[in-house]
Structures are given as C-alpha cells and as structure tokens.
C-alpha cells in the first residue's frame, strides 16, 4: 500500500517515525491501532460502496457498528490479538480484514 496504509511492519514503522516527529505525544499502540481501525474500515467501506458502518477496535476484536450505534457484528482475531496478527504477518492480515469486512457487508445489506 503505502505509509498513509502500512500493510507490514517496515511500512509501519516508517509511517510511526514521520508521525512521531509530527505528533511527539503519538503512541507506537494508539498507531497501531489506527492503523487497523483504517484498514478494516476501508475495506468495509468499499464493499458497502459507502460508509454506512463503522468497524472499531475494542480490546481483542474488532466491533461493527451501524449508524446508529448498535452493534451488528464482532469480529476476533486470527491469533491473540490484531496487534500481533499485523506484526506476525501484516500481509496476512489485511486479506483477513478485506474477507472480514467482505462477509459483513454481504450480511448487513
């Protein structure tokens, strides 16, 4: 992808070095889990063709939610945690995130 959308740990890690440099007070966490909040919403975006819901990263899972804040769906990680799953194999991850996001939209609609 590309720093705006880091898709393995090289990549993150460089967008984490200019954004440290921006914003001092930026956690490597807070980043990280930006990261994957914006990647799953992306993808979830484009197989709703719109931003209708929102996918949030609560603890261990990601939790969608529709427009009117009621939660529709939980999505677990692959392995302990989506921090670990990017670390391990972010490529990975982002297909997991893209079928994730996938199957949710051709649920909600």
Do not use: C
């Not at 980043?31 to 819901?53: C, N, P, R, S, T």
């Not at 972010?90 to 949710?104: C, I, P, T």
């Amino acid at each position: 992808m590309s720093l705006d959308f880091p898709e393995n740990m090289h990549e993150f890690e460089d967008k984490f070095a200019i954004e440290k440099a921006r914003h001092p007070e930026i956690t490597r966490d807070g980043l990280m889990k930006q990261v994957i909040e914006d990647a799953f919403q992306g993808y979830l975006d484009e197989a709703e063709e719109g931003h209708y819901d929102t996918g949030e990263l609560v603890g261990k899972e990601i939790q969608i939610k529709s427009v009117h804040h009621d939660l529709l769906k939980k999505i677990p990680p692959m392995g302990d945690s989506f921090e670990a799953d990017f670390e391990k194999d972010g490529n990975k991850l982002m297909w997991y995130l893209e079928d994730q996001a996938d199957k949710a939209a051709a649920e909600f609609s």
